[in-house]
């Protein structure tokens, strides 16, 4: 029997308020977590990826309101729960930060976004990440990314070549990107022989549209589920042999060569 993942791809609309979202979204939670062992939501789902101004508002340390609601969610439920990011304030700096809980409401792992979106002056307020982070999930080794790093290949090469058998990608990608998103995230899958589980969000916020185009991809490529432009869950049963099965088959990584000669 496979893992039973669900992604929750969230209104992130700036006309609902937060405190409004966040009630609903636990709540959400709630109504998916029986048939579900992994869940994901978006980035920056409570204020919206693109409102900068409210995730200042609402920044909080690691151990603040809202990863507390989500530990709690996360042990009452019984289920892994990668809460998407939210802003976190540590000391000076804030982070575009995700946290994933394991079934006993533990802090299993948190992520600070290495990579931040310079093209919508993210750096202004949020402070990069230093380091990559991978964790033991139901999903194998997986490593844990955000939005705009799904451009760095880089990135998700050095955490395969470290055994990272799965991504998982809370995102807030807008409309007029969405078919780059739709490109990218498959290489990622295909490129690594891993399982790529990506929530975006869908709404308005301010001028900028989100896509949705949420997905589930197995490490061959194939799409498993995908969602529209309105708000949904997906859900899939992911059988984690077919990753090891192919690796096994065709161990394409083992021709990469490191670091040849460039003549120019």
């Known amino acids: 029997m496979g893992v039973r993942v669900k992604i929750l791809q969230i209104d992130c609309s700036t006309s609902e308020s937060v405190p409004k979202r966040v009630e609903r979204v636990l709540g959400l939670i709630d109504q998916q977590a029986p ?3 992994f869940m994901l939501l978006p980035e920056l789902w409570n204020v919206g990826a693109f409102d900068l101004e409210a995730s200042r508002e ?3 340390p690691i151990d603040g309101a809202l990863p507390t609601a989500l530990a709690r969610k996360a042990r009452e439920r019984g289920i892994w ?3 998407g990011s939210f802003c976190e304030k540590a000391g000076a700096d804030l982070h575009n930060t995700s946290v994933l809980f394991n079934p006993q409401g533990e802090l299993a792992a948190f992520y600070r976004k290495v990579h931040v979106f310079t093209y919508a002056r993210e750096q202004d307020t949020m402070t990069p990440g230093k380091t990559y982070v991978m964790v033991e999930t139901p999903l194998g080794l997986t490593g844990l990314a955000t ?3 799904a451009r760095f290949p880089e990135m998700f090469r050095a955490m395969r070549i470290a055994g990272a058998q799965a991504f998982v990608i809370p995102s807030g990608w807008p409309v007029p990107r969405i078919r780059q998103w739709d490109a990218l995230l498959p290489a990622r899958a295909v490129e690594n022989q891993a399982w790529v589980i990506a929530c ?3 709404g308005a916020q301010g001028r900028h549209h989100l896509g949705g185009s949420s997905v589930i991809i197995d490490p ?3 799409v498993l589920a995908q969602g529209g432009e309105t708000e949904t869950v997906l859900g899939a049963e992911i059988e984690i042999q077919i990753g090891k ?5 065709f161990p394409a990584i083992d021709d990469l060569v490191d670091s040849p000669v460039i003549t120019v």
């Not at 099965?245 to 088959?249: L, M, N, V």
């Open 147 to 149: 939005c705009y790093d």
């Open 81 to 83: 729960l990668h809460g």
């Open 220 to 222: 061959l490529g194939n």
């Open 58 to 60: 609402h920044a909080q």
């Open 200 to 202: 975006n969000q869908i």
């Open 245 to 249: 099965d192919w690796r096994a088959e």
């Open 35 to 37: 048939d579900c062992e």
